[in-house]
């Protein structure tokens, strides 16, 4: 992104902010969700601290809440209402500690571990609406919201109708009551208590509340106490803003339930980062427990000197930040779209995705599914669109914010030929589909072949996930695998982190390939594995590295009369080689695969390479491979394999559970191999 793009985008990204803030914090109707509104504010944050020179006190990040209505008396805060900073990711929240103590000078977290107090206090971050009470004399005397921040409304008549509000403190600890005290909190409302109101709601034919925020946010903007009375409000309290003598802010909890009020009993505190990141992982799996929504944890400096002494950057504390659950919907930037054919011949379109995380993992496509879908979308390349993935299902772009455009948009254009085999495309129902009829079936081979042990051997890559991956439009060629990411495959039902992850593996270790192995996977026709070697002879026989455009810049200079004077290579199986070259298709996958990194290494013959000379054997498992593979690992790199030890052994690899073999290299002082060595050998090849 060029300076300019910068600033243009950060101009729109704050009017759009602005306007739904407003929305959201005045008249309490989002219409966006916290989580895509989550989305861009932050992206907005990290373009101003990548662009300083554009930062303004007049941008969202710098202003707190909306505007206060005219309808409730203004109230002044003593202290300002803050609210948090946010962070989205481990790395984020490393970030906020080195700021912090940047700008502290020192690393307070070190400084604190031989203390005995917690250098963090973690709090479930609610999703309510934030209130200011002020005690005098240990009275309730006023319940202010926070509005902008500086100026709130006085809300305290619908406040008093909250009973785990107190009207009058009880000193029940050691700590007496103050003369002056400000408490600041949540106001929150059940799940239970969103779908009854709801219910009845739309039995009177009135509007429904979009979450628990906006039914309590709308209960204690009542002008009429009666209608937040007969709405079951909750609160917790968690902040004294005032010198009470607090030292820390656990502390400040233990006064709080001394003098009677409601904290949330899972708060607590934690000694490190790696706590508070735990504790954060925990609720983002535990918190439909509650009966009550949290977004995500706030981590605080517990100490309240160092707390002070860091202030307060723009509209937010430095000592604190909001750390977010993972969204369920996110905002992005379409950056390309695909065209997928699967294997019935159907062609999908597939948004490419600047890479943003929903539902807690990393997605970088959206399934658009149809060429309709885009039309009702009226979605663009180069658009900001709100992807969404609801349960185990491919994520999917569900609206596009035409306001955030630039006009360098590109209009998506229909397809009128099959990007696999070139024929012409047809209407199938709402779908596009190859007139050609074995167009699918023959790209679903290919593929399958491409993977196959023989060729660039992906593990854990076999028909059923190839098909899966195909009907989901994760792919359409060979080449489309290498860029498949994690989270793309996570996504899928019945696909777990864990399973994803090992392909994934699979699919990076691919990446280096033998070039007999290469020039066989391509499919060519008439190419088995011992032509393929007889090519990759002709080309090279050393353990170099070749570019994918090297191999292609050399046989595509080759004549018909220079493939046909290779041995076994015939008049036609010559033609083919030739044919394919030619093709423009076989051309793009070429260049495809060179632009994914794929590698390819000079063809061994048998009596060269790495373990050439040597005999080798197997004891006991290893953790990173099979037997056999790697039996084929020594052989193609120029050992023999032996089964048993002989007095012809030159090394013995012992895995897992290595048995009597061990015992007898060791007596005939055999040169022994741990897995970690064996490995290290062959990442050398």
Not at 653 to 671: H, R, T, V, Y
Request: positive net charge; contains cysteine; aromatic residues 8%.
């Amino acid at each position: 992104m060029t300076e300019e793009q910068a600033k243009e985008r950060i101009a729109k990204l704050r009017k759009f902010i602005n306007y739904h803030r407003t929305l959201y914090h005045t008249f309490d109707e989002p219409i966006l969700s916290d989580e895509a509104f989550d989305t861009l504010k932050n992206e907005l944050e990290e373009l101003e601290y990548e662009y300083p020179q554009f930062l303004s006190s007049a941008s969202p990040t710098q202003i707190v809440g909306g505007k206060p209505l005219d309808k409730f008396t203004k109230v002044r805060h003593e202290f300002p209402m803050l609210s948090f900073d946010d962070a989205f990711s481990d790395l984020e929240m490393e970030e906020w500690l080195e700021r912090m103590n940047n700008y502290l000078g020192y690393d307070a977290l070190k400084k604190n571990e031989n203390k005995k107090e917690s250098f963090f206090y973690c709090e479930l971050k609610l999703d309510g609406l934030a209130i200011e009470l002020i005690y005098e004399n240990g009275n309730l005397v006023l319940g202010a919201t926070r509005g902008d921040g500086v100026i709130g409304e006085d809300v305290t008549q619908n406040v008093k109708t909250i009973s785990s509000i107190p009207q009058k403190l009880t000193q029940l600890g050691l700590w007496k009551i103050p003369k002056h005290l400000i408490v600041r909190g949540e106001i929150l409302v059940s799940k239970k208590e969103l779908e009854r109101i709801n219910k009845e709601q739309g039995k009177k034919g009135l509007k429904t509340f979009a979450n628990v925020r906006n039914l309590a946010a709308g209960s204690i903007r009542q002008l009429d106490p009666k209608i937040a009375a007969s709405r079951k409000l909750e609160s917790f309290q968690y902040d004294i803003v005032n010198d009470c003598g607090q030292k820390n802010h656990e502390e400040e909890h233990k006064m709080l339930v001394s003098w009677g009020f409601n904290i949330n009993p899972y708060n607590r505190p934690e000694k490190n980062l790696k706590g508070v990141i735990d504790f954060r992982n925990y609720w983002e799996k535990n918190r439909e427990t509650l009966d009550y929504d949290i977004d995500g944890i706030v981590a605080i400096v517990n100490d309240n000197k160092i707390f002070d002494s860091a202030g307060v950057i723009g509209k937010a504390p430095r000592a604190a930040i909001a750390y977010k659950f993972s969204p369920r919907q996110a905002s992005t930037v379409v950056e390309d779209v695909v065209i997928q054919v699967g294997r019935t011949g159907i062609l999908t379109p597939v948004a490419v995705l600047r890479p943003t995380e929903v539902g807690g993992i990393t997605i970088t496509h959206a399934t658009l599914h149809n060429f309709d879908e885009i039309k009702r979308l009226g979605l663009k390349i180069g658009d900001t669109a709100i992807v969404t993935r609801a349960g185990d299902v491919i994520p999917k772009i569900i609206g596009v914010y035409k306001e955030l455009r630039t006009g360098k948009e590109k209009e998506i254009k229909i397809p009128s030929k099959c990007p696999i085999d070139g024929a012409p495309v047809k209407k199938d129902g709402v779908f596009l589909k190859c007139s050609n009829p074995k167009c699918g079936a023959i790209n679903r081979n290919l593929i399958i072949h491409f993977a196959s042990r023989d060729a660039f051997d992906i593990r854990g890559l076999g028909d059923k996930i190839v098909d899966r991956f195909l009907d989901e439009g994760l792919i359409s060629g060979p080449a489309d695998i290498f860029l498949i990411k994690e989270g793309d495959i996570s996504s899928l039902k019945k696909f777990g982190e864990k399973s994803a992850q090992n392909i994934i593996d699979q699919i990076k270790k691919s990446k280096k390939i033998l070039l007999n192995k290469f020039i066989y996977a391509l499919g060519i026709l008439q190419v088995g594995q011992e032509t393929a070697k007889t090519l990759a002879k002709k080309f090279m026989s050393s353990g170099e590295k070749i570019s994918i455009s090297e191999f292609q810049k050399y046989f595509n200079k080759l004549s018909l009369e220079e493939f046909e004077e290779m041995s076994d290579i015939g008049p036609k199986v010559a033609l083919s080689i030739k044919n394919w070259f030619k093709d423009s298709h076989n051309k793009k996958l070429l260049d495809a695969l060179e632009k994914s990194g794929v590698e390819i290494l000079g063809y061994h013959e048998k009596n060269k390479g790495i373990f050439s000379g040597f005999n080798i054997c197997l004891t006991g498992g290893l953790k990173s491979m099979s037997r056999p593979r790697a039996k084929e690992m020594i052989e193609n790199n120029g050992g023999h394999f032996n089964s048993e030890i002989t007095t012809k052994t030159n090394i013995v690899i012992a895995g897992d559970n290595p048995g009597s073999k061990l015992k007898k290299a060791e007596s005939l002082k055999i040169e022994i191999w741990n897995e970690k060595k064996f490995l290290d050998k062959l990442s050398k090849i």
